[in-house]
Nanobody, 126 residues
């Protein structure tokens, strides 16, 4: 059974950094795009970024990141990472990863993805 597990969230001071992990079990991520999304209390789920399936690993990042987000793939560990630097209080949210096979990340939306992890909380506060 396809399963995604996020980890790496926590409490971070403003200006700090985090690396979130999305590890798959039951399938190989090689043929899947992975999207990272977040949802703050009272707000809709929004895209953070996405790494495409296929060999070129094309990435997409939301403008809200202003270059602070980096997504990478470790095929040997069947894991995709989301690195966030320069964390701000407005980055506080539950972060989710989601998988979709044979998908190119042009303008990803949550409805494009069929499999989701349970989420990991990121809180940015002094």
């Amino acid at each position: 059974q396809l399963q995604l597990v996020e980890s790496g969230g926590g409490l971070v001071q403003p200006g700090g950094s985090l690396r979130l992990s999305c590890t798959a079990s039951g399938f190989t991520l090689d043929y899947y795009a992975i999207g990272w999304f977040r949802q703050a209390p009272g707000k809709e789920r929004e895209v953070v970024g996405c790494i495409s399936s296929g060999g070129d690993d094309h990435t997409y990042y939301a403008d809200s990141g202003n270059g602070r987000f980096t997504i990478s793939r470790d095929k040997g560990k069947n894991t995709v990472y989301l690195q966030i630097i320069g964390l701000k209080p407005e980055d506080t949210a539950v972060y989710y990863c989601a998988a979709q096979p044979y998908y190119y990340c042009s303008i990803p939306t949550p409805t494009d993805f069929g499999s989701w992890g349970q989420g990991t909380q990121v809180t940015v506060s002094a």
